[in-house]
């Protein structure tokens, strides 16, 4: 089914180790986002990319990486968890960076 | 720093009651606003606005926006149950991405 779909929907990790969201789009959007969503802070930006092979920051993006080496596809990588980046985060499309986003189901993330 | 802020936090109204959700902004450029609706999972597109005084109606949902002074309103008519959500209000202050607010927690009770 066409549609945007994020993996794993939950995970629990230990400090220090590294993790893998996966994030993947059949629209063939161009844009594709990751947010992460917190109590209080609503959703913040973390990475984004306007193409394959264009990344670029968003408002926090310290202790992740992200790669676009395909348009459908756009993993966040957490190189060293910490507690603070326990969250969920949802990964989005768009054909347009300031339209209408698609969003993913969210990823449920706890570091202990 | 680009900013948006909701109001109120949160609110319990009654089925059938008509509610407002306020969203005021500051951003350095702004293209359009955007609401959206989440419940349990994720954001679902609700609006988006770029004009002022242009009123945008889905149903039982309309939202206006005002440039001049930085804000939006989203109405809910005849409330249900099943609007209980988060309202989230964005604002695209470039063309790369949206600055989200933190939402507006609306609990509708039979």
């Known amino acids: 089914d066409a549609g945007i779909t994020q993996s794993p929907r939950y995970k629990i990790t230990e400090t220090g180790r590294q993790v893998t969201l996966m994030c993947h789009q059949t629209w063939s959007h161009s844009y594709m986002f990751w947010y992460r969503q917190d109590l209080g802070h609503g959703l913040r930006l973390i990475y984004y990319?306007?193409?394959?092979?264009?990344?670029d920051k968003g408002e926090v993006p310290d202790g992740y990486v992200v790669s676009r080496s395909k348009t459908e596809n756009f993993p966040l990588t957490l190189e060293s968890a910490t507690r603070s980046q326990t969250s969920v985060y949802f990964c989005a499309s768009s054909e347009r960076a300031d339209g209408e986003l698609f969003f993913g189901e969210g990823s449920r993330l706890t570091v202990l | 720093e680009d900013k948006v802020v909701q109001s109120p936090l949160s609110l319990v109204v009654h089925e059938g009651d008509t509610v407002t959700l306020n969203c005021s902004y500051e951003v350095t450029n702004f293209r359009s606003l955007l609401w959206y609706k989440q419940e349990k999972k994720a954001p679902t597109f609700l609006f988006m606005l770029t004009s002022s005084g242009i009123e945008k109606k889905s149903g039982r949902l309309s939202s206006i926006l005002d440039k001049k002074e930085l804000f939006s309103i989203l109405n809910i008519t005849a409330t249900q149950t099943g609007d209980s959500a988060v309202y989230l209000c964005?604002?695209?202050?470039?063309?790369?991405?949206?600055?989200f607010g933190t939402g507006t927690r609306l609990q509708v009770t039979l």
């Open positions: 964005a604002v695209s202050p470039t063309a790369s991405k949206l600055t």
């Open positions: 990319s306007a193409a394959a092979d264009i990344t």
